[in-house]
């Protein structure tokens, strides 16, 4: 992990805004969160859900949509950590894909991180220390011939920009890279999953820490080692 010099965002008594926060790993998050003091969390979801506990304030939120956005940061004015989870994976092939799928997937993964950023970014300022948590991926430094990856790419370096645009302000960026959990989106795979409340607790650790970067499993720490290796022929 990579610490930031400035301290981290207190978790206790805070107001924390979770996208995807009704399932898998954004619901992981919502629940440590809480379990950690968070006085409340604002989650997300694309349709109307019944909260799960009286500190949980469920909110309608299409990340692709400035306005369903700009609705959400006006909800929450009070928000001092921001985690972007949501997120969509629909398979497909760079070569062969509808255009329109990337489109939805560079929308969601991409924009929506920085839509919320940038929504979010005068409330979070308003406080000593705040956060932003985007939740990435292994793959965001692996290439399988789809647009998921390339999606992810874009995220990575789009939160390192935000970082830097951010600093001044004391919002400390943290990017999370993570292989495979065990959520919905990989059901479908025969492959060792980690536990979304084990990499959720790493995750609030390095938002109470300051920790710029969370390498969350044993595959993401060895991928990232081999990235100074010149590109196989």
């Known amino acids: 992990m990579i610490a930031d010099p400035t301290t981290g965002t207190p978790i206790e008594g805070a107001a924390a805004f979770v996208t995807g926060g009704f399932r898998g790993f954004g619901r992981a998050m919502v629940d440590e969160l809480l379990e950690r003091g968070a006085a409340k969390v604002y989650a997300t979801s694309r349709t109307a859900h019944q909260a799960h506990d009286p500190r949980v304030i469920p909110l309608v939120l299409d990340v692709t949509d400035d306005n369903s956005v700009a609705a959400s940061a006006q909800a929450a004015p009070d928000v001092s950590i921001l985690v972007n989870n949501a997120a969509v994976s629909l398979e497909t092939p760079v070569l062969t894909a509808p255009l ?15 839509r919320t950023a940038r929504a979010f970014a005068p409330h979070l300022a308003r406080h000593t220390s705040s956060a932003i948590l985007n939740v990435l991926s292994v793959l965001s430094w692996l290439a399988l011939g789809r647009a998921y990856e390339a999606s992810k790419a874009a995220q990575w370096s789009a939160t390192d920009s935000l970082r830097d645009a951010l600093r001044e302000q004391d919002t ?42 969370v390498l969350a499993d044993d595959t993401t720490r060895w991928v990232k080692s081999q990235l100074c290796l010149d590109i196989a022929s």
């Not at 919905?184 to 938002?207: N, S």
């Open 100 to 114: 329109d799928d990337m489109r939805t997937e560079l929308e969601t993964n991409l924009l929506g991180t920085l």
């Open 172 to 213: 400390v960026v943290t990017a999370l890279l993570v292989a495979y959990m065990d959520t919905d989106m990989t059901a479908h795979l025969d492959v060792d999953k980690a536990d979304p409340r084990a990499i959720a607790g790493q995750a609030v650790d390095a938002i109470n820490k300051g920790t710029l970067e």
